[in-house]
């Protein structure tokens, strides 16, 4: 028989319980739970002949517990490598009872809100005519043949991706969260459906979980979530982007309903026709209207028109007749004009004769011609008239007929 060493013993022990069981979940009553200093939360189950303590890391504590509350955990058995005590790793905690879930329910709401989880003016508008959808839910569930005989139904051409999930219980959390993220990382549809079908507040708790909340609320695409019937509402309808009262009704608000789409096209096509005959029949009222108008204001320019060549025709004899009496008027007064100027011409000559052999005779040459002389002062150029106008020494020139004599009185 082989001998182990305690700590070759409970290593053994821990893998053999890890590799046989693996992850369990165990329904029970919590006692004695604490949260000493550090990121550890340590409690026991209990029922009413055994207890199991368990612990969990502290950020994966999701819902409220104290003691007396009833939960199911999911967790791997093992030993504490110390003191080889028996325990239970929890890994997932599910509240059980109507008042804890309705209790815990609240207490998330509230948080959530204040975050502005489910404000509305976050959420996206859904695609008009989706070709490319997907649909989480259990294969196992009437949702899941509802959802897919009303979308083929409804519309056609779809492409359908289905994941399917455990839609309650220990792990269905963890599933939903996972199938969420593997949509929004293949980026291929244009909206998801998350759904499952009625029941109680404890069957819809992975629905009223933070981290599926939290899950959609990240979602870079649109989520239509359509749980159990009308009554019922959970954390996941009210972040999503569009809150479905069913499964089916989940699929009747992704896509259209092609009858109804057809009926729309044959009303709108109906429409159409009669604005357009409305438009035709107005626009040829307008038309008549205008040729009516354009007609009558032909018939007037016309008329005006004839009007008025008659008048131009009366008016030219006229025109014509009186330019050719102006013309005559004008030629027998530019013939008078021209015998005037020839008189006036005539008597000018005479008059300037006469006046120029009147000048040359009166001229200061002419009586120089005669024999007389002219005297004056050479400096001042002052014709002298008087012998006492000069005294002994001035220069004084005397101009001839023909030529000067320059001199000196004595």
């Not at 649909?135 to 005989?149: E, F, K």
């Not at 139904?153 to 289905?162: D, P, V």
Request: aromatic share 8%; with cysteine; charged share 25%.
């Amino acid at each position: 028989m082989k001998i182990y060493s305690v700590s070759e013993f409970v290593q053994t022990v821990r893998e053999y319980l890890g590799e046989t069981f693996g992850p369990v979940v165990i329904q029970g009553e919590v006692t004695n739970f604490h949260q000493p200093k550090g990121n550890l939360i340590y409690f026991e189950l209990k029922d009413k002949e055994s207890r199991i303590l368990c612990f969990m890391l502290s950020w994966e504590l999701k819902v409220p517990i104290e003691d007396g509350t009833e939960i199911r955990v999911l967790g791997i058995p093992s030993l504490f490598k110390g003191s080889g005590g028996f325990h239970i790793r929890v890994q997932e905690i599910e509240l059980v009872g109507e008042g804890a879930l309705r209790k815990a329910w609240e207490a998330l709401k509230e948080k959530l809100e204040k975050e502005g989880i489910f404000a509305l003016e976050r959420k996206r508008t859904l695609p008009r005519f989706p070709s490319r959808i997907g649909l989480i839910t259990s294969s196992d569930a009437a949702a899941y043949t509802d959802v897919l005989r009303i979308l083929k139904n409804r519309w056609s051409g779809l492409t359908i991706k289905f994941l399917p999930v455990a839609v309650q219980g220990i792990g269905s959390i963890t599933r939903i969260v996972k199938a969420l993220g593997y949509f929004n990382q293949k980026q291929d549809i244009e909206v998801i459906i998350l759904t499952r079908g009625g029941g109680s507040l404890e069957d819809l708790q992975s629905f009223n979980s933070e981290d599926v909340v939290r899950a959609i609320f990240a979602s870079q695409i649109p989520v239509v979530c359509g749980v159990g019937h009308e009554r019922d509402i959970t954390l996941a309808d009210l972040v999503a982007d569009q809150r479905a009262s069913t499964p089916s009704n989940a699929a009747e608000i992704v896509v259209p309903d092609r009858r109804e789409i057809i009926n729309t096209i044959n009303w709108r096509t109906d429409q159409i026709k009669s604005n357009f005959s409305l438009l035709l029949k107005r626009a040829d009222e307008e038309i008549t209207e205008k040729l009516s108008l354009l007609e009558e204001g032909v018939r007037s320019w016309k008329d005006n028109f004839v009007y008025l060549y008659e008048k131009l025709g009366q008016n030219w004899r006229s025109f014509v007749q009186s330019l050719f009496w102006q013309k005559e008027k004008l030629h027998s007064s530019l013939i008078k004009i021209k015998e005037r100027f020839t008189f006036n011409l005539e008597v000018v000559k005479e008059q300037l004769v006469t006046q120029t052999r009147l000048i040359t005779t009166l001229s200061p040459q002419a009586t120089l011609d005669r024999g007389y002389s002219l005297t004056y002062l050479k400096d001042k150029q002052k014709i002298i008239k008087d012998s006492q106008e000069v005294k002994s020494g001035d220069n004084i020139t005397t101009r001839l007929a023909k030529g000067k004599i320059n001199s000196k009185v004595n």
